[in-house]
């Protein structure tokens, strides 16, 4: 489920910041799992998930890096194949939706308010990249 929601979280935050340009892929959702990674080490507080967690947010901002400095123009921040804001909405739907939907073991060690809280920021942002392209038209 965090893989497919996060995909689609990915290309709703394309559709914010390129509403002309077409996307899709895999690449958020993977960048999805990615950021779920780095938030259950965040909302578990679990040592060993918090290391892990550093490691995926280093991979994360490595990749992010390497596509920003591998792009011609920032301003569009979109090259060839490659959708940035997608890889970065996933990372950040992963993010929110690993408290959302933990995994079974790990639901108890994330607190009720973290889950309510991501829930909340999660689909005020979702509606927030669908719609707001469309106010500006």
């Known amino acids: 489920m965090i893989y497919f929601i996060s995909g689609i979280f990915g290309n709703a935050m394309s559709f914010l910041f390129l509403p002309q340009s077409l996307s899709a892929g895999a690449s958020g959702a993977i960048f999805g799992l990615f950021g779920a990674v780095v938030g259950l080490g965040y909302f578990t507080e679990m040592p060993i998930l918090k290391e892990i967690g550093k490691t995926f947010a280093v991979l994360i901002g490595i990749n992010l890096i390497m596509n920003v400095l591998s792009v011609g123009s920032i301003g569009s ?61």
Do not use: C, D, E
């Open 77 to 137: 921040i979109s090259m060839g194949s490659v959708n940035i804001w997608a890889h970065v909405g996933g990372a950040i739907g992963g993010l929110l939706l690993s408290a959302i939907l933990p995994p079974k073991p790990l639901k108890r060690a994330i607190p009720r308010y973290y889950q309510l809280i991501t829930s909340i920021v999660f689909l005020v942002l979702l509606v927030a990249f669908i719609t707001i392209p469309f106010l500006n038209h």
